[in-house]
């Protein structure tokens, strides 16, 4: 069965610093997706960056990015320049195949202080 | 263009009364995933389903819970007998096909 953990129950930053969530995965998959997803007080889901396992270039959105490492089976979010709107809950997840079942971490809390 | 709404919001139920919980997908979304997010943890996924189909009810209690996505009108998560264990933020994504699944706000259920 697929896992996904995130190590870091919590994080805080400074505002306009550089911060970065890890999470690692366990499957015997080869094509799949992984995900960060933010969760702000208000509990809407917000996807913040997605990646294909296929794709060996690291995915980036603006202040976010990812760190892609297929053999370790890692996949770290940095945030840069982190701005108050940044403090959320955040998820990283894992799917693969066809569909969108997506299989979760616990969260790393994430504080900014001004 | 809407996005998934899910309602109510906030749902209270007595143990042992029935809860209803209802989604509505982005529009020409055809697929609809239910998860439950218990306190200090992350969400799991519940059943997929498509249109008049369930496809994928692998993280659904074997007892009390059902889902639906008839043809037409929202998808439905029915609990019968609520219990206090059944607590929780119960979430719904929808997606077209293969592409990126958008997650309506949740209804947090409170069983007293």
């Known amino acids: 069965a697929q896992t996904v953990t995130q190590s870091q129950p919590e994080m805080s930053v400074q505002e306009a610093e550089t911060v970065t969530l890890s999470c690692t995965y366990d499957?015997?998959?080869?094509?799949?997706?992984l995900f960060w997803y933010k969760q702000p007080p208000s509990r809407q889901m917000i996807l913040v960056i997605r990646q294909e396992a296929y794709k060996q270039q690291n995915a980036t959105e603006n202040r976010f990015s990812v760190n892609f490492q297929k053999a370790a089976k890692s996949f770290s979010l940095k945030i840069s320049d982190s701005q108050l709107g940044d403090a959320a809950m955040y998820f990283c997840?894992?799917?693969?195949?066809?569909?969108?079942?997506?299989?979760f971490g616990k969260g790393t809390l994430l504080t900014v202080n001004p | 263009n809407a996005g998934v709404m899910q309602n109510p919001r906030h749902l209270v139920r007595r143990r042992g009364q029935e809860a209803r919980l209802r989604c509505s997908p982005m529009k020409g979304h055809s697929h609809v995933y239910w998860y439950r997010q218990l306190p200090e943890e992350g969400l799991k996924f519940m059943v997929y389903l498509q249109k008049e189909n369930i496809i994928d009810e692998s993280g659904m209690p074997k007892e009390r819970f059902s889902a639906e996505f008839p043809k037409e009108g929202p998808s439905i998560l029915r609990i019968q007998q609520v219990v206090r264990g059944d607590s929780a933020a119960y979430f719904c994504a929808s997606s077209i096909q293969n592409t990126e699944a958008f997650f309506g706000q949740g209804t947090r259920l409170t069983v007293v």
């Open positions: 997840a894992y799917s693969f195949g066809s569909n969108y079942k997506l299989t």
């Open positions: 499957t015997s998959e080869s094509d799949y997706y």
